[in-house]
C-alpha cells in the first residue's frame, strides 16, 4: 500500500515539475525571443541582430551635437522587453582627449509615459565613460546602463545640451542597446 502511495506522489512531483519547466521554458521564449522589431514606433530606428549576438538590439536616434547648446526630446513606444544602456556613438576618429576637453553639460531624462523617471543623469561630458574598440568608440554612464523597459509603454528620452560659447563640434549619435546573449 505504502509502495502504490509513493509511487503516485512521485508520479505527481515528476509531472509538476515538467509541466512547470515547460511552462518556464514558453515564457522564456515569449518574453525574449518573440519580440518583434515591428511592434517598435518612434523617432528612432531599431535593428534586431539575432539571439545569439551580444548586444542584440540597437535603438538609434538621430546624431546631435554635443558642442551645441540645444534641447531634444524622442518619444518610443514598443521598446524590446529587456534591460537597456543609453550610449552616445562617437565617430572613429574621436580620440579620448577630445571628450575629456569638452566642457558641454549632458542633462539627460527617461520617463515613461505615466511621467516617471526610469533613469536621469546631469554631468559634464568629461564625467561620462569613454569606450573605444576596433570599431566603436561611445560615451556611456553608470546611471545610463540597464535600464528595464516594457514594450507596452511610451518613453519620452530628453537630453539638454549646455555648451561653452567657445565649444567646438562634437556630433555624437545617441542610441540605446542590450539584449542577446553576453559571454563571459
Known sequence: MKKGLLRKISLIALITALIIT?????????????????????????SDLGPWTYP?????????????????KMVVQGLPPIEMTFRFSMRADC???????CKSNINLSFTDDKGRTISSVSAPVNEWVFSKSVSETELWHPEC?????????????????????????FPARPF???GGLELP
Request: charged share 30%; aromatic share 12%; proline share 1%.
Open 95 to 101: 580620440q579620448e582627449e577630445m571628450v575629456r576637453s
Open 145 to 169: 546602463r540597464d535600464v528595464r523597459l516594457s514594450p507596452n509603454k511610451t518613453y519620452t528620452l530628453r537630453i539638454e545640451i549646455q555648451a561653452n560659447k567657445n565649444a567646438k563640434s
Open 56 to 72: 542584440r538590439y540597437l535603438i538609434r536616434f538621430d546624431e546631435i551635437d554635443l558642442g551645441i547648446s540645444a534641447q531634444h
Open 176 to 178: 540605446l542597446s542590450g
Open 22 to 46: 515547460v511552462l518556464s521554458c514558453f515564457l522564456f521564449w515569449k518574453e525574449y525571443l518573440w519580440y518583434d522589431t515591428r511592434d517598435f514606433k518612434g523617432q528612432a530606428e531599431i
